[in-house]
């Protein structure tokens, strides 16, 4: 198995490699300890495991260092940041390495802009303007059509000049008071 067994004065002694423990070394270190007997703690950051035998720190996807101490840089992603993002002139996903794109952009390379009616990280939000007025791709404002008015453009005005040159509504209701 995994034990180096040798026989000293009236017994037999087994000594297990790194790593292992038992009567013949059957068992692996438990998570969080490695090395002789088990005997040693394990320092990995950020949700790493160790290796049991030697205490090297497996990284997940996003993180290098000795110990896992690092986040990837922004070009970079993956095992040990050992993946190179393809995202043009924005930095990536540490982990997937999926693009990060500014607000009101998206797709490979962050090159396409967001269809009408979507805004946001990714194009994801959805806009709520209203009466033909226009959704600010980056953060979802509306710019109001001429005769409407508030913050979804849901709000029909008219401004007295034209409500008083249309001549349906009596003309003192558009005289100055004094």
Not at 24 to 52: E, H, K, M
Not at 162 to 174: H, K, N, Q, T, V
Request: proline fraction near 7%; aromatic fraction near 10%.
């Amino acid at each position: 198995m995994y034990n180096i067994c040798f026989a000293k004065a009236n017994f037999r002694c087994c000594d297990c490699p790194s790593g292992r423990y038992g009567t013949r070394c059957q068992f692996s270190c438990p998570i969080g300890f490695f090395g002789w007997y088990c005997s040693q703690v394990c320092d990995c950051l950020n949700g790493a495991t160790c290796d049991p035998s030697d205490g090297q720190c497996l990284c997940k996807p996003g993180f290098t260092g000795d110990k896992c101490q690092q986040t990837c840089s922004n070009n970079t992603y993956g095992p040990h940041c050992s993946l190179t993002c393809d995202c043009g002139e924005f930095g990536c996903d540490p982990i997937d390495g999926s693009c990060d794109c500014p607000l009101g952009l998206h797709g490979p390379k962050c090159k396409q802009v967001c269809r009408p009616g979507r805004f946001g990280k990714g194009c994801k939000e959805r806009c709520e303007c209203y009466n033909g007025a226009e959704c600010d791709r980056k953060n979802g404002s509306c710019q109001c059509s001429p005769g409407y008015l508030g913050a979804t453009c849901q709000q029909e005005y008219a401004d007295p000049e034209s409500i008083a040159s249309r001549g349906d509504l009596p003309e003192y209701l558009f005289r100055r008071r004094r």
